[in-house]
């Protein structure tokens, strides 16, 4: 079905097949979209590369074919942590409690692979009276609670096989993966870590490609995310690094994909049944995907100039990476004046590449937007009920 997509000559990141073909090309975005900047002007300096999106035919994975792991570097500074919304924190609560008691792990060893800021990890720990170890080299000690650092030890490290006698009855890992180039690398040091303890669940939790192609979600895209991963190409993931997958889930209303594993004795070779089935699938939405990405950044770019030409006052909500690349890809300049973010620790900083304050909705009272374009459909009743007690009504549009 990919017939008019061009072959690309670089194999697949996910399982190794050379039978890639191109999607889209992205020019110029922020290499880091998370990373925040305390200038206008070095906002505007933020180093950028380009997004070149390949499709593998023969797993079902989407990934950057001009993807450079030598310009990426995580540090402190880096903010990924959703944990500010009501609604996520409830997702994540749920999942914890899913976990915890599915598995029956209690007072038990939990490792939480890049823990960020060990909010996750605290709820593993809380529901089931457990022990937590977590590992992320962005980890900041300060910003953990004192009754939380009681029962958790964080190692601010990238987590390796050097990590391997920190043993473990659950391991998990959510929005990792989709950062590394190789992903097998990664998760076959996870199952040499395991080694034969073969009760130790295992999940992952990375975003749905799937979600993105169905939805245009072409805010989706960033820098950061080399891998895009679909049911199948994660499942062949886990299959070829010595798993059995036990479960394979979407979640939080498709957007993310969850997998539970345990360690098998033995690699399984070969595809899973199912693989060649969902791939096809993937692809006709691949295919919509490529021949409609043009068309909703050019919708975007008219109304900007619309908006721009009546003096038209734009707010952006949500200054996670979505909002990043969509102010990147439209480059609207002045027309939009801010980005607002409930996340105090990002208020104050400026947006990279295009160079918008992040501010507090509160901020909006002054600046009285005509128009506030939501990056993410998942919070409008939030953001609606924030406006209204703010005695604002600007119109909403999503993204
Ligand atoms: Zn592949």
Same mark, same amino acid.
């Given at each position: 079905? %990919? #017939?008019?997509?061009?072959?690309?000559?670089v194999p697949c990141t996910a399982c190794g097949a050379t039978t890639v073909n191109s999607v889209v090309a992205i020019r110029s975005v922020p290499i880091h979209c998370n990373l925040l900047w305390p %200038? #206008?002007?070095?906002?505007?300096?933020?180093?950028?590369g380009d997004i070149t999106l390949g499709f593998c035919t023969t797993c079902g994975h989407v990934f950057?074919?001009?993807?450079?792991p030598a310009v990426m570097e995580y540090t402190q500074a880096y903010e990924n942590s959703l944990h500010f919304s009501p609604r996520f924190q409830q997702y994540a609560d749920a999942l914890a409690r899913r976990l915890v008691e599915r598995y029956a792990i209690r007072q038990k060893d939990v490792i939480d692979v890049g823990?960020?800021?060990?909010?996750?990890?605290?709820?593993?720990?809380?529901?089931?009276d457990n022990r937590g170890f977590g590992f992320d080299p962005s980890y900041v000690p300060e910003h953990m609670a004192p009754d939380r650092a009681a029962r958790m030890t964080i190692v601010q490290d990238f987590y390796s096989p050097q990590y391997a006698s920190t043993k473990a009855d659950l391991i998990t890992c959510r929005h990792v993966l989709e950062h590394i180039q190789y992903p097998r690398t990664f998760v076959r040091n996870v199952r040499t870590a395991v080694g034969d303890r073969l009760?130790?669940?295992?999940?992952?939790?990375?975003?749905?490609?799937?979600y993105t192609l169905k939805d245009l979600g072409i805010w989706d895209l960033i820098y950061e995310h080399c891998s895009y991963f679909s049911v199948p190409s994660l499942r062949e993931v886990f299959r070829a690094c010595g798993f059995t997958v036990t479960e394979l889930h979407e979640l939080y209303e498709g957007q993310f994909l969850g997998i539970d594993t345990v360690a098998a004795s033995a690699p399984q070779g070969g595809l899973d049944a199912a693989t060649p089935g969902d791939v096809k699938r993937i692809a006709d939405y691949v295919d919509r995907f490529a021949a409609e990405y043009d068309a909703k950044v050019s919708q975007w770019r008219q109304k900007l100039v619309r908006w721009k030409e009546k003096n038209v006052k734009v707010a952006v909500w949500g200054g996670g990476s979505k909002g990043v690349t969509f102010l990147?890809?439209?480059?609207?300049?002045?027309t939009v004046g801010c980005m607002i973010d409930i996340n105090p620790r990002k208020q104050g900083m400026f947006v990279a590449g295009t160079g918008q304050q992040i501010v507090a909705p509160e901020h909006l009272q002054s600046y009285r937007p005509d128009v506030v374009v939501i990056m993410n459909p998942v919070y409008k009743e939030e953001i609606y009920g924030i406006l209204g007690e703010l005695g604002l009504a600007p119109s909403l549009e999503l993204a």
């Amino acid at each position: 079905m %990919t #017939h008019h997509l061009p072959p690309s000559p670089v194999p697949c990141t996910a399982c190794g097949a050379t039978t890639v073909n191109s999607v889209v090309a992205i020019r110029s975005v922020p290499i880091h979209c998370n990373l925040l900047w305390p %200038t #206008h002007e070095e906002a505007l300096k933020a180093p950028s590369g380009d997004i070149t999106l390949g499709f593998c035919t023969t797993c079902g994975h989407v990934f950057n074919t001009t993807f450079d792991p030598a310009v990426m570097e995580y540090t402190q500074a880096y903010e990924n942590s959703l944990h500010f919304s009501p609604r996520f924190q409830q997702y994540a609560d749920a999942l914890a409690r899913r976990l915890v008691e599915r598995y029956a792990i209690r007072q038990k060893d939990v490792i939480d692979v890049g823990c960020g800021k060990g909010d996750f990890l605290a709820m593993l720990c809380e529901h089931g009276d457990n022990r937590g170890f977590g590992f992320d080299p962005s980890y900041v000690p300060e910003h953990m609670a004192p009754d939380r650092a009681a029962r958790m030890t964080i190692v601010q490290d990238f987590y390796s096989p050097q990590y391997a006698s920190t043993k473990a009855d659950l391991i998990t890992c959510r929005h990792v993966l989709e950062h590394i180039q190789y992903p097998r690398t990664f998760v076959r040091n996870v199952r040499t870590a395991v080694g034969d303890r073969l009760s130790t669940v295992v999940f992952f939790e990375v975003p749905n490609v799937l979600y993105t192609l169905k939805d245009l979600g072409i805010w989706d895209l960033i820098y950061e995310h080399c891998s895009y991963f679909s049911v199948p190409s994660l499942r062949e993931v886990f299959r070829a690094c010595g798993f059995t997958v036990t479960e394979l889930h979407e979640l939080y209303e498709g957007q993310f994909l969850g997998i539970d594993t345990v360690a098998a004795s033995a690699p399984q070779g070969g595809l899973d049944a199912a693989t060649p089935g969902d791939v096809k699938r993937i692809a006709d939405y691949v295919d919509r995907f490529a021949a409609e990405y043009d068309a909703k950044v050019s919708q975007w770019r008219q109304k900007l100039v619309r908006w721009k030409e009546k003096n038209v006052k734009v707010a952006v909500w949500g200054g996670g990476s979505k909002g990043v690349t969509f102010l990147n890809v439209l480059k609207p300049g002045p027309t939009v004046g801010c980005m607002i973010d409930i996340n105090p620790r990002k208020q104050g900083m400026f947006v990279a590449g295009t160079g918008q304050q992040i501010v507090a909705p509160e901020h909006l009272q002054s600046y009285r937007p005509d128009v506030v374009v939501i990056m993410n459909p998942v919070y409008k009743e939030e953001i609606y009920g924030i406006l209204g007690e703010l005695g604002l009504a600007p119109s909403l549009e999503l993204a």
